[in-house]
């Protein structure tokens, strides 16, 4: 059974280009969160998706956006990079049908963005 | 507003040893707490979570943490650290409404030969 999977494993931008980060659930999982870990700090939530809508919202800018797909996998966008996104970006899958906020959220390897 | 607060940034500890990594939480709510370690370069990994009744939590490789309500404390301890465990160790809380998770910075163990 795989685990949550992240692509692509490493990316390095320049200042204000756009940006594509992807990741698959966990097999049975709905719900998709995305995290921003900057370097020595803990995660940050940035945004959660479920039944292909924004449930709910952290404090990141616009620039932050984000996509779910009817297999439950997601993409995080993120516009007019500055040198402060990088980051290792995580997802974590979970299953709000099987239990709301009791359920697990179980972490990808993440996407390490460098921007320049 | 929930926040988390990881006492100690590094816990430097000699292989056998017991080892206590603290964790205070604040909120005006309910919350439910988790401990999740991270191995370098990897993702997070859950090591156990408090979601409610016995207040001694049990998890995975030996760990476990106890919930204090009077204190806002849920504090992760093993009784004998192995050189694999050295890892950064989060704690972090979410409350009944939502399951978006609140981070702290974390804590770097350090296991010693």
């Known amino acids: 059974d795989a685990g949550v999977t992240q692509s692509p494993t490493h990316l390095i931008k320049t200042r204000g280009q756009q940006v594509t980060l992807r990741c698959s659930p966990k097999s049975g999982h709905d719900t998709v969160s995305w995290y921003q870990q900057a370097l020595g700090q803990g995660p940050q939530f940035i945004f959660q998706y479920y039944e292909e809508e924004e449930r709910q919202r952290g404090n990141f800018p616009d620039r932050f956006s984000g996509h779910q797909f009817p297999n439950y996998s997601s993409e995080l966008n993120v516009n007019a990079l500055l040198l402060g996104d990088s980051a290792l970006y995580l997802c974590?899958?979970?299953?709000?049908?099987?239990?709301?906020?009791?359920?697990?959220?179980?972490f990808g390897p993440g996407t390490r963005l460098t921007v320049l | 507003a929930q926040s988390v607060t990881q006492l100690d940034s590094q816990v430097p500890v000699f292989e056998e040893a017991p080892v206590e990594l603290r964790c205070n939480y604040s909120?005006?709510?309910?919350?439910?707490l988790f401990w999740y370690v991270q191995y370098p370069n990897q993702g997070l990994q859950l090591l156990l979570k408090y979601l409610s009744g016995s207040t001694l939590v049990k998890g995975i490789n030996g760990f476990e943490a106890e919930f204090n309500k009077s204190q806002t404390s849920f504090h992760l301890r093993k009784p004998s650290v192995h050189i694999s465990d050295t890892a950064e160790y989060f704690c972090?809380?979410?409350?009944?409404?939502?399951?978006?998770?609140?981070f702290g910075t974390g804590t770097r163990l350090q296991v010693f030969p």
């Open positions: 972090a809380v979410s409350d009944f409404d939502t399951d978006k998770l609140i």
């Open positions: 974590a899958s979970s299953s709000l049908t099987s239990g709301a906020s009791t359920d697990t959220q179980y």
């Open positions: 909120s005006s709510v309910s919350v439910y």
